[in-house]
């Protein structure tokens, strides 16, 4: 599970500031999202920016990078379309202060996050029992937007 995804030598050349854009422009439309899913990103790179950019490209981590969603898009696509998002400016500026180490706690703790548009059948095994999953041991820490932020859930 900890493959990297975009192994091609383009994904080496893509600056880090733009990756972490091309991830919160993705996943998220508003500020807030876009803050609260850099959050899961800094607390899996143990708050050092040196660590973001494997976090960003392990396999199965990002659905905006997931190869069921990507289908055969190279990275070069995605950050294409990113850009071309209206969010995009936004989702700079706050990578770029990610990689300062200027980053705004809105969902402490928090190393995952999913979808919840209440239970459904389509909730992940590993999130909390009460939002359809089977990890007991998980802790919600917050709803921002349309997604369900949490933290203990490996």
Not at 1 to 26: C, E, H, K, Q, R
Not at 51 to 79: A, E, G, M
């Amino acid at each position: 599970m900890n493959a990297i995804m975009f192994s091609s030598l383009f994904a080496l050349t893509v600056p880090n500031v733009d990756l972490l854009a091309t991830v919160l422009t993705l996943e998220d439309n508003t500020t807030r999202g876009m803050i609260a899913i850099n959050n899961v990103v800094w607390n899996r790179a143990k708050q050092d920016p040196k660590n973001i950019r494997k976090v960003l490209l392990r396999k199965y981590q990002f659905t905006c990078l997931n190869p069921h969603t990507v289908k055969k898009k190279s990275l070069q696509d995605l950050i294409k379309k990113a850009k071309s998002r209206s969010n995009w400016n936004v989702a700079k500026s706050i990578a770029e202060n990610t990689y300062k180490g200027k980053v705004p706690i809105t969902v402490k703790g928090a190393t995952h996050y999913h979808v919840y548009r209440g239970k459904i059948k389509c909730s992940p095994t590993w999130t909390h029992p009460s939002l359809g999953g089977k990890n007991k041991k998980c802790k919600i820490v917050s709803f921002v937007g349309n997604h369900v932020y949490l933290e203990n859930v490996d």
